[in-house]
């Protein structure tokens, strides 16, 4: 079937290579591209049931996961063992790493868990040389570093190589989710509208949305776009599959350039040039890894006691938000339903310090102090019968179970 799926695949690819573009042949591209993207997802998710996978099985530890990905000798293992304490085998031919080699940047307080995988060659985003399974853990991680030869970038296009096999799985790289409302209804047809000038979908969009819906069987829905976005960003929206990382381009082996070249390449937009052999630019990719995670640290505090500095919550974006809610979730969940208000020192504040809500968002480096209600104040709450019930319960079923081990 997947064989297949594949042809079929390469027959649409080649169909919309030879399609000139232009004002009449924009609805016949619009439908090719969803029937595209419809056959992807169904080669990368096939139906049926999984059975146990042979991916590579990693366990999420710390506070952000940062995978490597790069084609092979392109040196992903060097730079692992040289940012972290963690030795990965290193060797000068290609495919020294077969599987998955977790280790663990200790940086400003917090840990970051960084994956060393084994090199992707092209053709990965079908199966070939494990790429699979690279790309299902790249799937996982907050950010991603793209390790490539700053020697060899010149004559082989392995940024673009590798870009094009990531989005076909569908992943978009430094890219935020499109402003786009759809959805489906029992009934009453097909309702287009834009809040601004759609410019990239041709001269008639309303008709070109109209192909894609068709080929999704979505005969009944309401769509919105609230900004000038592309054929491709709207089949996004109705796979509803994509995820959105951020990343990195790691120049490495710059000892082998001209300056000329290394000043070139470091300009690029979200580049960093390094040399892992001469420790060159360590530092300030960890700098670059810190600042495109957006890791938020919170100090928190006890009423009459200074704040303790040495092990802070950490929050992320990616993982629940910076809010205050999200960090007393992670100190214990019933410190959410229990809340009465927060004291914040720092950044996010205008006064130190201000008396704040769970919604209030949190800024790197704040002080945090919770003050919950009281047991007479949660007895006067409208859920407080139901919580003792519950308590009672989950107390007896507990004991229940110890009588029967007993016996």
């Known amino acids: 079937v997947n064989m297949g799926i594949v042809e079929k695949i390469k027959e649409i690819e080649a169909e919309i290579a030879r399609t000139q573009k232009n004002k009449a042949t924009e609805h016949h591209l619009g439908g090719l591209k969803a029937k595209l993207a419809k056959l992807r997802s169904q080669l990368l998710e096939p139906k049926g049931a999984g059975g146990p996978g042979d991916g590579f099985d990693v366990k999420k530890f710390g506070d952000a996961r940062v995978a490597l990905i790069g084609f092979p000798s392109v040196g992903k293992s060097t730079l692992l063992s040289s940012i972290t304490e963690t030795e990965s085998e290193q060797a000068a031919y290609e495919f020294t790493t077969l599987t998955c080699i977790p280790g663990i940047i200790n940086y400003k307080d917090t840990k970051i868990q960084l994956l060393d995988l084994p090199g992707i060659i092209e053709g990965a985003a079908h199966g070939k040389g494990r790429g699979r399974q690279v790309i299902a853990v790249a799937k996982s991680a907050d950010l991603i570093l793209m390790v490539l030869d700053a020697a060899k970038e010149r004559g082989n296009q392995h940024k673009d190589i590798l870009e094009k096999e990531l989005t076909t799985v569908g992943l978009r790289l430094n890219q935020t989710p499109p402003d786009i ?15 601004v000038k759609l410019t990239q979908m041709g001269s008639d969009p309303a008709k070109v949305v ?14 919105l776009f609230r900004e000038d976005c592309t054929v491709d960003q709207l089949i996004d929206v109705i796979e509803g599959n994509r995820k959105y990382v951020k990343c990195l381009y790691v120049y490495n082996k710059i000892d082998m350039c001209s300056i000329e070249h290394v000043d070139q390449l470091s300009r690029r937009p979200n580049a960093v040039a390094i040399s892992c052999n001469l420790e060159l630019g360590l530092g300030y990719l960890l700098e670059r890894i810190w600042a495109s995670l957006g890791l938020v640290r919170v100090f928190t505090k006890k009423k009459g006691h200074p704040p303790s500095f040495d092990s802070p919550i950490v929050l992320t974006e990616g993982r629940g938000g910076c809010t205050v809610e999200n960090a007393c979730a992670q100190i214990h969940k019933e410190l959410v339903e229990n809340f009465k208000y927060a004291m914040v020192w720092g950044t996010s504040t205008k006064h130190n310090p201000q008396r704040c809500g769970l919604s209030h968002i949190l800024e790197d480096e704040d002080v945090l102090q919770i003050v919950i209600k009281t047991a007479e104040e949660q007895r006067h709450d409208k859920s407080y019968g139901q919580k003792v019930q519950t308590y009672y319960d989950t107390y007896h079923q507990g004991k229940k179970k110890k009588a029967k081990l007993k016996t």
């Open 181 to 195: 409302y759809v959805k489906e209804k029992p009934s009453g047809g097909i309702k287009f509208n834009s809040t």
């Open 210 to 223: 109209y192909n894609v819906l068709h080929e999704y069987r979505m005969h009944n829905c309401e769509v």
